[in-house]
């Protein structure tokens, strides 16, 4: 069975740091574009980076220069790192990935909620 899994959320001060991880683990022939995206409550889920399988990234202006999105393609993982937290930044992060295992699918993680708050 293919799936993404996170790990790495938790409870944090304004202006501390966390850092997110996701593998992908199943039958998988190639991993395409993996990134993160996040929902607040009562707001829709929006892309916070993304990063291409050749390591291209693209950021969502509100935390660009804040988070820094990488992968490592021997592990099928992508990270994030989240510097200069700020309450506006809680909310449940996604990961998600173009996957190729008998066809080439979308995927989502479960979720791992992120807690900015004093």
């Known amino acids: 069975q293919v799936q993404l899994v996170e790990s790495g959320g938790g409870l944090v001060q304004p202006g501390g740091s966390l850092r997110l991880s996701c593998a992908a683990s199943?039958?998988?022939?190639?991993?395409?574009?993996m990134g993160w995206y996040r929902q607040a409550p009562g707001r829709q889920r929006e892309l916070v980076a993304s990063?291409?399988?050749?390591?291209?990234?693209n950021y969502a202006d509100s935390v660009k220069g804040r988070f820094t999105v990488s992968r490592d393609n021997a592990k099928n993982a992508v990270y994030l790192q989240m510097n200069s937290l700020k309450p506006e930044d809680t909310a449940v992060y996604y990961c998600?990935?173009?996957?190729?295992?008998?066809?080439?699918?979308?995927?989502w993680g479960q979720g791992t909620q992120v807690t900015v708050s004093s």
């Open positions: 998600n990935a173009d996957l190729l295992t008998e066809r080439l699918r979308n995927y």
């Open positions: 199943g039958n998988i022939f190639s991993v395409y574009t």
């Open positions: 990063i291409s399988h050749g390591g291209v990234t």
